[in-house]
């Protein structure tokens, strides 16, 4: 099957979707199939063989968060070469109610085309100002995939439709057995030690960072080897200033990972902390937490709450209680038994999530959508933006 995906956020900054996306090609190549994906980034980035370029993006805040995205003329005349070159059986687009390449390709496909909704957002600001596109884009949708049961409920009570409910996978051969980075993640001993982690923008008030900084500030007073490891963009010194000065010896700040240090540095830690307030429609970085065998603590968002089965698969605080995760982490610390109860629900669980499972399920939705449209093209062209 030759297939088109389209991401419609840049692959020059690393983020959930871009990984999805790049993940579910992989798997499909390796089922046999011919995939090629089109996203922003620059002509010279250094992106896999199987990513075509189409240009540099510009931001454009989305979801409480900054997305990096292409539109406009030029974008158009890219989309519509590279879907005219390709000749796909199917086209799979994510996140197409976004000003972006998949809204782009949406409206340039001429055959099936299959959308993934990553988000539980009703609606973005930038899409109100197109309200005249969203009919457009919903008639030319052939089939629809919700990554969790939130991002479904949206279709199902606000864009006049359902869709499968397909989760995010994870690579969990790539996590599992990696190496700690060198000197993690360390030894607990009674009333001390251990090492937290975090991976994300601290600065991003719902990745909810000050509540797991509040948390370790009171924790690392009572035990003395405390240590907590943080990746992700960001500035150093803004980071250490949120932190009391004699506690900062004991945070380490990695930066900006790539993706198989990303693992690495999961498995350097006893336990992975999701302090996240909201605006979670799925919860990606738990399921490379539990493919990397580390216990996860999370907060009980319903998305994260779904991922980790109810609490099965690793412990859930109330969401934004700093002082609920203080002891929840004091307690796994202390109990490494029921760490490693966890850790062995969470092999069992994020089984389901490992992506040659996922894309299979992807692939049927592909099938259905082929059939449904029975090689008929649509008709009416889009002349696209001024």
């Known amino acids: 099957m030759r297939i088109g995906i389209v991401c419609p956020y840049s692959f020059d900054v690393p983020g959930g979707v871009q990984n999805h996306v790049m993940d579910l090609a992989e798997a499909l190549i390796g089922l046999g199939h011919e995939v090629s994906v089109l996203a922003p980034a620059d002509e010279d980035s ?38 005219t070159r390709g000749d796909f059986d ?17 409206l340039s496909a001429r055959g099936p085309v299959v959308a993934t909704f990553h988000t539980a957002m009703t609606r973005s600001r930038v899409l109100s100002a197109a309200q005249g596109m969203l009919q457009i884009l919903l008639e030319r949708i052939t089939a629809r995939i919700a ?3 939130l991002a479904r409920k949206v279709q199902v009570e606000h864009l006049d439709g359902g869709a499968v409910e397909i989760p995010n996978g994870v690579a969990v051969a790539k996590y599992a057995g990696v190496e700690p980075l060198p000197g993690w993640p360390g ?37 003395p080897g405390l240590r907590l490891l943080v990746a992700g963009p960001g500035d150093p010194d803004d980071l ?46 738990l399921t490379e937490a539990l493919a990397a065998g580390t216990t996860v603590v999370a907060s009980d968002l319903d998305a994260f709450r779904r991922v980790l089965d109810g609490g099965r698969a690793g412990r ?3 969401t934004g209680d700093a ?34 499972v996922v894309a299979r399920r992807v692939l049927e939705v592909y099938a259905a959508a082929i059939e449904a449209t029975d090689g008929r093209v649509i008709d009416q062209e889009w002349v696209g933006p001024d």
């Not at 004991?250 to 302090?275: C, D, I, N, Q, W």
């Open 316 to 318: 859930l605080f109330p």
């Open 46 to 83: 250094p992106l896999p063989p199987y990513v075509v370029p189409a240009g540099r993006a510009v931001p454009l805040p989305y979801n409480g968060s900054v997305a990096r995205i292409a539109f406009g003329p030029v974008s158009t005349a890219r989309v519509r070469r590279w879907i």
């Open 147 to 149: 990554v969790s049961a």
């Open 187 to 223: 030894e607990v001993t009674a009333s001390s030690g251990g090492t937290l982690g975090f991976l994300g923008r601290f600065t991003e008030p719902r990745k909810g960072f000050p509540i797991l900084r509040d948390a370790f500030v009171e924790l690392a007073r009572q035990r």
């Open 90 to 106: 199917v086209l799979h687009v994510h996140e197409p109610l976004t000003l972006s390449l998949s809204m782009l390709a949406v």
């Open 323 to 356: 002082v609920a995760l203080r002891r929840t982490i004091a307690e796994l610390l202390d109990d490494p038994d029921q760490r490693a109860e966890l850790t062995a629900c969470g092999d069992q669980v994020v089984a389901n999530f490992d992506w040659p």
């Open 240 to 285: 250490f200033d949120r932190f009391p000065a004699d506690l900062r010896d004991r945070v380490t700040f990695l930066g900006l990972v790539p993706e198989p240090e990303k693992a690495r540095m999961l498995r350097s830690v006893h336990l992975y902390v999701a302090p996240n307030t909201g605006g979670e429609s799925f919860g990606m970085i």
